[in-house]
């Protein structure tokens, strides 16, 4: 069993940052919309459908970091040098998207902290998307030290990420506001909806034929034989998801635009992990040689299998007290 620790602490964190993304990622994508709104009553909508949820959706976050660092140490000891910059202006936009979201509801003056709420989602999501993007395309590490430079997580690719996770997350807040609002802010983000599909889509297609180009081992696992067999129902099931959230869109579903929109994420995540397995941090960390001794995992194990069911049990349970419609007239603040 203790040699299984890794493979279950990867599945954790995986599952945490996963969580995140789904949990968060649709708070972000409102803050990435609200500047399309048409006035501050649609804007008190769009804040309001996620207000009651938002503020628990980092416990994912910290599951994941604390995770990391107990788990495979290595990882985390050589992440943070070779990512500070982008980490660090993620916590600051997230503290900015957090403080806006909050004194917006008390203020008389609303544009500044507007601009904050907006702004902040956007930056916070791309510097996750460079982070992701710097992550892919691999890290050197020496004898469990960073040994490249400050701005090695710079590149064409990972600031085509960062880009394309603000479209994703922009995806998720608009089927989002689909399933919540009503009335005009409801036809406009079917509007956005459909326009940002195709939007993800391309980034998506731009990600899958850009990733075997960065590492010989990406290609390998792509393209061998039978892997490329096995691995081949993937772009085929984004193709079939990428359709039926066309077609919710186009027939005005209210649900299953949302619902599409985290699958379309749940198959990108997952030929991220398919191209970089092994691996937990490319090109040399992998889950085997970066792990933490199997005894202490195990010990560690036990208090993740307490907590995390009682994470989705507070979830699970926010999210029905608090479902159906938002109106204008309703406030959380």
């Not at 430079?149 to 089927?175: C, E, K, N």
């Not at 802010?185 to 889509?201: E, K, N, S």
């Not at 792509?222 to 066309?246: K, M, Q």
Request: charged share 10%.
């Amino acid at each position: 069993m203790l040699e299984l620790m890794p493979l279950l602490w990867f599945a954790v964190i995986g599952f945490g940052v996963f969580m995140y993304v789904f949990l968060d990622g649709f708070v972000l994508g409102i803050g990435i919309l609200s500047r399309l709104a048409r006035d501050e009553g649609e804007r008190d909508v769009m804040m309001n459908s996620v207000a009651p949820v938002w503020d628990g959706n980092e416990t994912w976050l910290v599951l994941g970091g604390a995770g990391l660092l107990a788990a495979f140490p290595p990882v985390y000891s050589a992440m943070l040098p070779a990512l500070y910059l982008p980490l660090s202006l993620m916590l600051i936009a997230l503290i900015f998207r957090g403080v806006a979201f909050e004194f917006r509801f008390k203020a008389r003056r609303k544009a500044g902290w507007n601009a904050a709420f907006n702004y902040g989602s956007i930056v916070a999501t791309f510097c996750q998307g460079l982070t992701l993007g710097a992550i892919v395309q691999g890290i050197e590490v020496r004898g469990g030290q960073y040994v490249g430079g400050s701005f090695d997580w710079l590149s064409p690719f990972s600031v085509m990420t960062g880009i394309a996770l603000v479209a994703g997350y922009a995806l998720l807040g608009a089927s989002w506001l689909v399933m919540k609002a009503e009335g005009p802010l409801q036809t406009a983000a079917f509007g956005w909806c459909r326009r940002l599909l195709f939007a993800v889509i391309g980034f998506m297609a731009l990600v899958s034929l850009w990733v075997p180009f960065l590492e010989l081992a990406y290609a390998e696992r792509w393209f061998s034989w039978p892997n490329i067999a096995y691995l081949a129902p993937v772009p085929v099931l984004v193709a079939a998801v990428s359709l039926g959230l066309y077609r919710a869109v186009s027939r005005r579903f209210e649900r299953a635009p949302f619902v599409y929109s985290l699958a379309m994420f749940g198959l990108g995540y997952a030929g991220l992990a398919i191209s970089m397995w092994p691996h937990i941090m490319p090109p040399h960390l992998t889950i085997w040689n970066a792990a933490s001794p199997p005894e202490s995992q195990a010990f560690l194990m036990v208090g993740v299998a307490v907590l995390v069911p009682f994470i989705l049990f507070y979830t699970g349970y926010s999210y029905w007290v608090f479902r159906g419609k938002v109106t204008a007239d309703a406030g959380y603040h």
